[in-house]
Nanobody
Framework: QVHLVESGGGLVQPGGSLRLSCVASGSIFSINHCGWYRQAPGKERELVASIRSGGSTAYADSVKGRFTISRDNAKNTVYLQMNTLKPEDTAVYYC??????????????WGQGTQVTVSS
C-alpha cells in the first residue's frame, strides 16, 4: 500500500505564508507527476500547481508569482510554498501523485486534504 499524507495547513492572516508538505510512503518504485489541488466550499476542485519527474512546473494563473511547488525525490515529498496569501486562497488543499509500485503497476493517489484558511 502507498499513501499520501499532507501537512502544513492552518489559519493565516492575509499576506502571510504557509508551506504544505505531502509525503508518499509505502512500496514506491518511482513517482511520476505530483500536484496540488484545492477545493473551496461550493466550488469544483481545481489544479493549483504541478511538477513532473523532470522538474518542470505549471501553475494556475491565480497563484503565479505567489506559490512555488517543489519536490525532494530522496524523501518522496512534494511541497507547496504559499506566499502573499489572500482570502480567496481559502480551501482544502489536496496532494495528488502518479506513483509506480513496480514497472508494471501505476496508481493515481490522493491525500486526505489539509485545510488552509486565510482570514484576519
Amino acid at each position: 500500500q502507498v499513501h499520501l499524507v499532507e501537512s502544513g495547513g492552518g489559519l493565516v492572516q492575509p499576506g502571510g505564508s504557509l508551506r504544505l508538505s505531502c509525503v508518499a510512503s509505502g512500496s514506491i518504485f518511482s513517482i511520476n507527476h505530483c500536484g496540488w489541488y484545492r477545493q473551496a466550499p461550493g466550488k469544483e476542485r481545481e489544479l493549483v500547481a504541478s511538477i513532473r519527474s523532470g522538474g518542470s512546473t505549471a501553475y494556475a494563473d491565480s497563484v503565479k508569482g505567489r506559490f512555488t511547488i517543489s519536490r525532494d525525490n530522496a524523501k518522496n515529498t512534494v511541497y507547496l510554498q504559499m506566499n502573499t496569501l489572500k482570502p480567496e486562497d481559502t480551501a482544502v488543499y489536496y496532494c495528488n501523485a502518479g506513483i509506480r509500485t513496480s514497472s508494471l503497476n501505476f496508481f493515481e493517489l490522493w491525500g486526505q486534504g489539509t485545510q488552509v484558511t486565510v482570514s484576519s
